[in-house]
Nanobody, 126 residues
Framework: QVQLVESGGGLVQAGGSLRLSCAAS????????MGWFRQALGKEREFVAS????????YYADSVKGRFTISRDNAKNTLYLQMNSLKPEDTAVYYC???????????????????WGQGTQVTVSS
């Protein structure tokens, strides 16, 4: 069983920055592919960014490319999402997700992930 706990959300003005963190339980975090997803009110959950187990391969949704950076610290069992130049349309609940037995790949589909955090709210005011 893997437990994921997100933190770092909040209210920020457009153009501002936030860094989300996702703390993972377990001794084998280094073997998980990880991802960030978000869900705005009344909309479906959508992919934001993903990273492979080592952290040398990443992938981003077009809507966040160049503004968001996903990274991980396997020594700390922690995943990050640095969000810059935030826009009101980035407002959503952000979830981290883990895929076990991932191999050296990243994953972009929600149904490929095995464990999810409870989410953290990000609100960007205009």
């Amino acid at each position: 069983q893997v437990q994921l706990v997100e933190s770092g959300g909040g209210l920020v003005q457009a153009g501002g920055s936030l860094r989300l963190s996702c703390a993972a339980s377990g001794r084998t975090f280094y073997s998980y592919a990880m991802g960030w997803f978000r869900q705005a009110l009344g909309k479906e959950r959508e992919f934001v960014a993903s990273i492979n187990w080592i952290g040398d391969s990443t992938y981003y949704a077009d809507s966040v490319k160049g503004r968001f950076t996903i990274s991980r610290d396997n020594a700390k069992n922690t995943l990050y999402l640095q969000m810059n130049s935030l826009k009101p349309e980035d407002t959503a609940v952000y979830y981290c997700a883990a895929k076990i037995y991932s191999g050296p790949y990243y994953y972009t589909a929600a149904d490929e992930y095995d464990y999810w955090g409870q989410g953290t709210q990000v609100t960007v005011s205009s």
